[in-house]
T-cell receptor, first 112, second 115 residues
Framework: NAGVTQTPKFQVLKTGQSMTLQCAQDMNHEYMSWYRQDPGMGLRLIHYSVGAGITDQGEVPNGYNVSRSTTEDFPLRLLSAAPSQTSVYFC???????????FGPGTRLTVT | DAKTTQPPSMDCAEGRAANLPCNHSTISGNEYVYWYRQIHSQGPQYIIHGLKNNETNEMASLIITEDRKSSTLILPHATLRDTAVYYCIVRVTANSGAGSYQLTFGKGTKLSVIP
């Protein structure tokens, strides 16, 4: 199993550009989520999904969209990038809500 | 969710046991204690979790006090690769109802394993 994979590993965007961060898992997990981690801070939840077709907002959802058309994939879209979105983004999955979560390697995003 | 308190940093000699403490005095009866770690620049890694009994797996042991107000994560033979930030998190179990099951990561304990 590849586990949780994320692409790209690094990305530089200009203010106002849009992009999609990809996340995929091959463990048939129902629950998937996106976190961001800023320097010296803990992880903050952006969006989560409890299954295909079901998504909801987390702690810091503004500026981000998600969709879950398949069990395997959970992309995160930045519609109009802002410097405040410079961060490291982690995707995670678990068998179901409440079970231990498995994290991807992260995407390091810089918005200039 | 119950709040946890961990020391900001600890050192451990390579090959020795690393004992990482965590206080969670407001833990509720249905809350588990979870431990994750984050090695520099990597995603957090699940280590172990428990409710009230001591738990052991291939990575570590978890000792929870009888009153459940504190716990200790034990890495029995620390190696240089165990250098990381360790997070103690208390959270309700699965099937607890609606909600995001957000993991609340505090600042954790930075463990440095010294040769």
């Amino acid at each position: 199993n590849a586990g949780v994979t994320q692409t790209p590993k690094f990305q530089v965007l200009k203010t106002g550009q849009s992009m999609t961060l990809q996340c995929a898992q091959d463990m048939n997990h129902e629950y998937m989520s996106w976190y961001r981690q800023d320097p010296g801070m803990g992880l903050r939840l952006i969006h989560y999904s409890v299954g295909a077709g079901i998504t909801d907002q987390g702690e810091v959802p503004n500026g981000y969209n998600v969709s879950r058309s398949t069990t395997e994939d959970f992309p995160l879209r930045l519609l109009s990038a802002a410097p405040s979105q410079t961060s490291v983004y982690f995707c995670a999955s678990s068998y179901d809500r409440g079970y231990e979560q498995y994290f991807g390697p992260g995407t390091r995003l810089t918005v200039t | 969710d119950a709040k946890t308190t961990q020391p900001p940093s600890m050192d451990c000699a390579e090959g020795r046991a690393a004992n990482l403490p965590c206080n969670h005095s407001t833990i509720s009866g249905n809350e588990y204690v979870y431990w994750y770690r984050q090695i520099h620049s990597q995603g957090p890694q699940y280590i172990i979790h428990g409710l009230k009994n001591n738990e052991t797996n291939e990575m570590a042991s978890l000792i929870i006090t009888e009153d459940r107000k504190s716990s200790t994560l034990i890495l029995p033979h620390a190696t240089l690769r165990d250098t990381a930030v360790y997070y103690c998190i208390v959270r309700v179990t699965a099937n607890s109802g609606a909600g995001s099951y957000q993991l609340t990561f505090g600042k954790g304990t930075k463990l440095s394993v010294i040769p």
